[in-house]
């Protein structure tokens, strides 16, 4: 995977997040500040715009500068998480000019780490983190099986979705749901929610750059 397609990454994940915007708002105004939506929204789009004002050539790069953008441009928690998710993830990736699907499984891993010391949040949180760790060990794992590209960020994917849909019986440990106590079981969590949404997107990203291809 080049440059080319984690640009594609970021704007399938900028599409995603504003055709689910309201529907983020909606589990967030359920157990949060009911603004997740709207912030991704903002902050993917100010991405959008940097990107096409500075092109990175590497892919750790162009992580870096969506990071970056995100902790400046996006408010509330989800801003400095997700943008230290990415950072990290751009850090992880040096400047190799391609990346391979181990490659890719080793930086979204230093991304997650970055997450969990940031929002101090474990699996059973109902965060975010519930739908990242099972899809970056899905990934993990589906490349030590020498799964191809394709399955590999499949089987990613699919286990964000699971990761997010596992919250909604979780009472909160963490953030603003947590504030709620028991009120918190039988809402599925606006950050684990998206963070399915980037899985998703990455997908996206490598089957439309494979049809590019003619793959």
Not at 47 to 65: E, I, K, N, Q
Not at 106 to 122: F, M
Not at 138 to 145: I, Q
């Amino acid at each position: 995977m080049d440059t080319a397609v984690f640009a594609r990454w970021i704007g399938e994940i900028a599409a995603a997040v504003r055709a689910d915007k309201d529907r983020l708002t909606r589990l967030d105004a359920a157990i949060g500040d009911a603004d997740h939506g709207a912030n991704l929204e903002r902050g993917f789009d100010a991405v959008v715009r940097a990107l096409a004002d500075d092109s990175p050539d590497t892919p750790g790069a162009l992580l870096g500068l969506v990071g970056n953008t995100l902790i400046r441009r996006v408010g509330g928690a989800s801003g400095p998480l997700y943008g230290t998710a990415f950072r990290e993830a751009g850090k992880a990736l040096g400047d190799a000019r391609t990346v391979s699907t181990a490659d890719l499984a080793r930086a979204l891993e230093a991304g997650l780490a970055g997450v969990r010391r940031l929002g101090g949040a474990a699996e059973g949180d109902k965060t975010m983190v519930d739908a990242i760790a099972p899809a970056v060990r899905a990934l993990a794992e589906a490349v030590r099986d020498g799964s191809g590209q394709r399955e590999a960020l499949g089987a990613a994917a699919s286990a964000a979705l699971a990761g997010a849909e596992a919250t909604i019986p979780m009472r909160a440990g963490k953030g603003r749901a947590s504030y709620l106590g028991p009120r918190s079981v039988g809402h599925e969590d606006p950050g684990a929610a998206s963070a399915a949404l980037v899985f998703a997107a990455l997908c996206a990203a490598e089957a439309a750059s494979d049809e590019s291809r003619g793959g």
